[in-house]
């Protein structure tokens, strides 16, 4: 299957399906190869309008939106809340195509749960996206069901391309991603925000504060955006030997920092791998 003339639908655009939406547009692929489902039509109408010639349908004003999607494609991209992709799968099932490759972004459903609500032999996909794709520098793992083969890997991996670094991963570690990646841009925001109270309890304007952190957090990952970079050495190199940075490094390793974010992001992926549970349990 060639990107430069298949079909490709979003059914559900929040803000994730939205980002992947977004960095493949930005990427190139002409819009009138690209549509997407919604509930409400007041955000049909927002994504009209940020994507001028994007077709978009509401479900509240058609109760067929979704089967109509999914009935002219070549990839549909799942990106409804977890706890709705099994009624979706029921929905879409009957007028999917057998080649039609599905692709969930949705966390915590296991490519059993998806092939189950599937006719037999569809290929499906897993993925765990992060928001950066909408800028192009985003990290998306895929994860091959049984029926995808090698090309229609590679084709996902063209596909989201376009968002940022792609990787195929098991799906056994698809939890670790999602601790790691998934989650991690909130990781930085909430750096950010320490950094900018940090400034202000120094005496800074909050104002002045938060542009310090945030311009810093975003240049220090052009940083490591760059080929070969590593986030050690790059440490290392503004650390002077008894140096005001070193002094902050070392509070940090005093205070756990290392082990904090260990335990959290254990925690996110704990959390994903009980949201599984808790789903096929549903499902049953």
């Known amino acids: 299957m060639d990107t430069g003339t298949l079909n490709l639908t979003f059914l559900g655009c929040g803000s994730m399906n939205e980002a992947i939406l977004g960095g493949i547009l930005a990427g190139g692929m002409p819009v009138s190869q690209v549509s997407a489902t919604v509930r409400r ?20 004003e058609d109760p ?7 009935a002219g494609a070549d990839v549909v991209v799942l990106g409804v809340k977890p706890v709705g992709v099994a009624a979706l799968l029921s929905e879409i099932a009957p007028v999917l195509h057998p080649g039609t490759v599905v692709i969930s ?10 092939e189950a609500g599937l006719p037999e032999g569809q290929p499906v996909i ?35 391309s376009a968002t940022g670094r792609v990787v195929q991963v098991p799906e056994e570690q698809v939890d670790a991603v999602s601790a790691v990646s998934g ?10 925000e320490a950094m900018a109270r940090a400034g202000e309890e120094l005496g800074l304007d909050p104002e002045l504060s938060a542009v310090l952190a945030r311009d810093t ?3 220090a990952g052009y940083m490591l955006a760059e080929p070969g970079a590593d986030a050690a050495v ?48 549903a499902q049953k």
Request: no cysteine; aromatic share 4%; hydrophobic share 45%.
């Open 41 to 60: 039509p007041e955000r049909a109408e927002e994504l009209r309008g940020r994507y001028d010639g994007l077709t978009v349908l509401a479900g509240n």
């Open 64 to 70: 067929e939106a979704n089967r109509t999607a999914a």
């Open 105 to 114: 972004v949705a966390a915590a459903v296991s490519l059993e749960m998806l």
């Open 126 to 160: 897993r993925s765990m996206p992060n928001t950066p794709s909408r800028l192009g520098r985003g990290v998306i793992s895929i994860s091959s069901g049984t029926n995808a083969t090698e090309a229609t890997m590679s084709l996902a991996a063209e596909l989201f």
């Open 183 to 192: 989650s991690g841009p909130a990781y930085a925001f909430y750096l950010a």
């Open 217 to 219: 957090v975003a240049g």
């Open 234 to 281: 790059l440490r290392r190199a503004v650390t002077s030997p008894n140096g005001t940075t070193e002094a902050a490094i070392r509070s940090f390793d005093e205070q756990g920092l290392p082990d904090i974010v260990a335990r959290g992001a254990r925690a996110a992926a704990e959390r994903a791998a009980e949201i599984t549970a808790e789903l096929t349990a």
